[in-house]
């Protein structure tokens, strides 16, 4: 075993606060070779299909993968965009924004990376950004509000599998989850009131998060119970009636079953039963991609208005706006608070002043 020499300490450089977000990543190019790539790093994960390996793996590659790249190569086709993959570039954009968001805000240097835990920019790539930058101390912050094992403790693994390779850790901390985090609520309340200015209120609300399999709730996964308080909280702080609203989960893949109810299903029964005006939201993503883009506001769209709806909009994902970005900056800022050299204040300043000038005297007596 060689570990990845990290650099030696430098005394005349500032130890950095490293921020790591991370999503879930998305394919290098709407192709069917590309799509498989990620598709194959994605679906080989234990966290994400919980079969035994021996079993799944000889069905993932002899079945799934060359049947699957090509069906979503064209859903990916429809929603790639000049930049790239939506997920990619709302992700840069957010961390660019906390990057800017976070300057003079603690006593030393901050440094933000990206890292995908699926394709690219990978989260060794990442992680290897910010041993450059000096960064001793590393706060990895998995873009999910709602925790799941197949997503959050999958970033975990990520991590600390590549950590496993390197001579020098730095300390780390891990950000769980923010489903009921105050500033999140505030700001996904105030995207729905900024739509219902702009287009008024709908007959419902629905709320569609991404679905798990059933047996992983039945097993443990809190993921149900932070959906259902994110959209709790949401329509409490609404007052939005319980008639007026409901949680459905999308996305299932396979033949298993999934938590329910689904979202295609709920959106057909409306439509059927008189339903007229639906709004749709996905608060379980940080940013659009193609589980909203495509399968909500496409697909889900034409479910909704061929059972007989007369209107459908979808409410966009918080990406890069101000409140979004502000609340990530915060929470970084609480989730590192004592970390010694990190945390602003008169008192922090001055002692790390006192500590540099005095390592760079040692440094040039020695
Ligand atoms: C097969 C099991 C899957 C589980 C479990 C799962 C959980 C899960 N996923 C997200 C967020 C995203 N998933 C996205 C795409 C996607 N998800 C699965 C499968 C599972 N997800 C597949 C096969 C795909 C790829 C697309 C397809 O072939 O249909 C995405 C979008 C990525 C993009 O490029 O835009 C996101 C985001 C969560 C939050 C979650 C559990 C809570
Ligand atoms: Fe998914
Ligand atoms: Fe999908």
């Known amino acids: 075993m060689t570990f990845v020499s990290t650099p030696d300490f430098r005394h005349d450089t500032p130890e950095c606060l490293g921020v790591l977000l991370v999503n879930l990543g998305t394919p290098d ?12 790093e994605f679906l080989a994960d234990p966290r994400v299909v919980e079969l035994p390996r021996a079993l799944w793996l000889p069905i993932l590659h002899a079945v ?23 997920l990619l570039s709302i992700a840069r954009r957010q961390a660019a924004a906390v990057q800017t968001r976070l300057s003079g805000r603690f006593a030393g240097p901050v440094k933000v990376a990206l890292g995908m835990r699926y394709g690219n920019p990978s989260i060794p790539a990442a992680l290897a950004e910010l041993r450059q930058a000096n960064a001793r101390r590393v706060l990895v912050f998995p873009l999910y509000p709602q925790y799941s094992g197949s997503t959050t403790a999958s970033v975990f693994d ?3 599998r590549e950590l496993q390779r390197w001579r020098w850790l730095p300390e780390l901390r891990f950000i769980n989850h923010y489903h009921d985090e105050p500033a999140y609520i505030d700001a996904v309340v105030e995207s729905i009131r900024n739509h219902w200015a702009e287009r008024g209120e709908p007959e419902r609300l629905l709320f569609s998060f991404h679905g798990i399999p059933k047996d992983y709730f039945d097993n443990g996964d809190p993921y149900f119970c932070h959906c259902q308080k994110s959209a ?35 959106l057909k029964a409306w439509g059927a039963e008189g339903v007229r005006s639906v709004q749709v939201l996905s608060p379980g993503f940080s940013a659009d991609c193609l589980e909203t883009i495509e399968e909500i506001d496409e697909e889900n769209r034409g479910y909704f208005l061929g059972a007989g709806g007369e209107t459908f909009s979808y409410i966009h994902c918080l990406n890069d706006n101000a409140a979004h970005i502000e609340m990530l900056a915060g929470l970084v800022e609480r989730h590192s608070a004592g970390w010694p050299e990190v945390t602003r ?22």
């Not at 799934?64 to 990916?76: D, E, N």
């Not at 760079?360 to 020695?366: E, Q, S, Y």
């Open 29 to 40: 190019a709407p192709t069917v070779p590309a799509v498989r790539r990620y598709l194959a």
């Open 232 to 266: 709790r909280l949401i329509t409490d702080r609404l007052g939005l009636p319980s008639d007026r609203w409901a949680l459905t989960f999308q996305s299932r893949v396979g033949f298993k079953e999934w938590l329910k109810p689904y979202t295609d299903e709920t």
């Open 64 to 86: 799934i993968l060359r049947v699957r790249p090509a069906r979503s190569a064209k859903a990916y086709r429809a929603v790639w965009e000049e930049d790239g993959s939506p």
């Open 158 to 160: 990520a991590v600390t």
């Open 345 to 366: 204040g008169a008192a922090d300043d001055a002692a790390l002043a006192e500590r540099h000038s005095r390592a760079v005297a040692l440094g040039a007596a020695a």
